[in-house]
């Protein structure tokens, strides 16, 4: 975990630690950075570094002292896309065949760490996470819920190699834009909310998240696929029920696909500051959800 400070103390922990079989040594890690802590996290005894033996192996400890309020769960979600199909602008829907990644890192953080504007969305240090193993969509869905699904026609856990997916095939909703038809450009948004009970945000996988050639739209050659086909990411917050202004809605979008409010309509019930989901802004969701969003 790196943290940034005007003030850098770097500081490390050790913990008491057992038996290790294989020989583990940290600092021969490139990628493994030296922790970072601002100077509340550093008490003035703590020692630079201390290194444990540990039956055949030495443990260099590279880590920040744990405090109560680390409770947030971060989970890199990537996606490929398969196929795409049946773009239906008069019904705003699209078929959509998709393979799922999830990541979990094994770290828990502090809210304050997903508070700052520096943070990027996409996720670093991948070895200091470990996939998680999906057994069927019942486990998905109390995990994880794709917005705007129509129905569906299979979600089915896979294992290619060592890389654990899911591989999901339904229709999506989406918001048409026809305003300058029959030249208008679509977003079609590919929206995953948490909906686990503990606080969890979202990273993007960059390696996990790809569109894949065999993308067929007719009248378009293959190597012309990518001039039409555009992939973002972004990672938001969401807000569920109760809501304090259930009727308090949107006037004001911002520019973009995100679909973030810029201005409510009740603006007594407007929370202000940057633009942000309507479920949070402007109806007050009593509690948020971390969100991933491809388009």
């Not at 829907?93 to 943070?119: A, G």
Request: charged share 25%.
């Amino acid at each position: 975990n790196v943290e940034e400070s005007e003030e850098d103390l770097p500081c490390t922990v050790s913990t008491t630690c057992c038996s290790v079989a294989p020989r583990l040594e940290l600092s021969d890690n490139p990628r493994l950075l030296k922790s970072m802590c601002d100077q509340s996290m550093c008490p003035s005894p703590l020692p630079d570094s201390r290194d444990k033996h540990c039956g055949g192996g030495s443990l260099t400890s590279r880590t920040c002292p744990v405090t109560s309020d680390r409770n947030v769960r971060l989970m890199g979600v990537g996606i490929t896309v398969m196929n795409i199909a049946d773009v239906d602008t008069t019904r705003g829907m699209f078929y959509i065949d998709m393979n799922i990644v999830l990541y979990e890192y094994n770290e828990r953080f502090s809210p304050e760490h997903f508070s700052k504007p520096r943070r990027s969305v996409e996720c670093d240090m991948l070895e200091l996470a470990h996939p998680v193993n999906i057994t069927d969509a019942d486990e998905f869905s109390k995990m994880i819920s794709i917005v705007g699904t129509d129905r569906w026609i299979s979600m089915t856990p896979r294992l290619n190699g060592q890389v654990a997916f899911v591989n999901f095939k339904g229709n999506l909703f989406f918001r048409t834009q026809l305003l300058n038809w029959p030249f208008d450009e679509q977003d079609l948004v590919i929206s995953l909310d948490s909906t686990l009970d503990q606080p969890l945000e979202f990273c993007i996988l960059k390696e996990y998240t790809s569109l894949q050639m065999d993308i067929r739209f007719a009248g378009i050659k293959p190597e012309s696929l990518f001039n039409v086909l555009k992939l973002r990411t972004s990672v938001g917050e969401v807000c569920w029920s109760p809501f304090r202004s259930p009727d308090n809605h949107c006037k004001r979008f911002q520019a973009g696909s995100d679909n973030l409010c810029e201005e409510c309509h009740n603006s007594s019930a407007d929370l202000g500051g940057p633009a942000s989901d309507v479920s949070c802004r402007c109806m007050g969701g009593s509690r948020k959800a971390s969100g991933a969003t491809f388009t």
